[in-house]
């Protein structure tokens, strides 16, 4: 559990705006109350990823207990990456390998009920072993 | 809290009035986070879960109609034993 901080958020980085928010509203669905930020397309919109929006998501998520990310393909993670690099030292924020909805949704269950840094990025990372039935 | 109360173990048995989707699903597994000593247990047929795993609770893939045991063990059982089961049980339209 965390203490005297609020819950480990969550950033949904994808090539797609509506990929990201619509996995984002799904989430948030299941998980109430854990904070999903999505951070979709490229800066005009289209398709396509940007560092300014990872990381302005990452400070709308932070709540001083950490940050998730999770990309959805290929470059997601070199922007992911980037932001978190020129962020070093300045952030709790970690990049998580884990497949995009059902990885978002483990991590944000887990985050919603308390659960620290390690025990989100470890809900997500085992969603890549989850049979979808 | 009485030792014994670390071995205290609760059955309900429900049909689902809808399917076990992913909604009724996360809230499964907030519920299980919010009791984190007790531990519930969830069987339909061959297919078993534990809550805590919204992702295997969601592959159970229970339809409705489905028989679903719920077993909590631990402090408090009953009471999450009944608030599973109101999950479970809950009218709800949305299958999400």
Redesign the interface.
């Given at each position: 559990m965390t203490e005297g901080l609020g819950l480990v958020g969550i950033v949904l980085v994808s090539h797609s705006e509506a990929l990201a928010e619509g996995a984002a509203d799904?989430v948030r669905?299941?998980?109430?109350?854990a904070t999903v930020v999505p951070a979709g397309g490229a800066p005009d919109g289209g398709l396509g990823t940007s560092p300014d929006k990872i990381e302005a998501a990452i400070e709308d998520a932070d709540a001083g207990s950490g940050v998730v990310l999770i990309p959805d393909l290929g470059s997601a993670v070199l922007s992911a990456r980037s932001v978190l690099a020129d962020l070093a030292g300045e952030t709790t924020a970690q990049l998580v390998d884990a497949p995009f909805v059902?990885g978002a949704?483990?991590a944000a269950?887990?985050a919603?009920?308390?659960?620290d840094l390690p025990a989100v990025i470890a809900a997500a990372e085992?969603?890549r072993d989850?049979?979808?039935? | 809290m009485p030792p014994s109360s670390e071995d205290d173990v609760a059955e309900r048995v429900v049909v689902l009035p809808k399917p076990l989707h992913a909604r009724p699903a996360g809230q499964l597994a907030q519920l299980a986070g919010r009791h984190k000593e007790a531990t519930i247990q969830l069987v339909a047929g061959e297919k078993k879960a534990n809550a805590r795993g919204v992702l295997a609770v969601m592959a159970m893939g229970a339809v409705t109609g489905t028989e679903v045991t719920v077993t909590v063990t631990g402090p408090g059982a009953e009471a999450v034993a009944d608030e599973a089961a109101d999950i479970l049980t809950a009218a709800e339209a949305a299958d999400a």
């Open positions: 799904l669905q299941i998980a109430g109350g059902e949704v483990a269950v887990a919603g009920t308390g659960a085992e969603a989850a049979a979808k039935f | -």
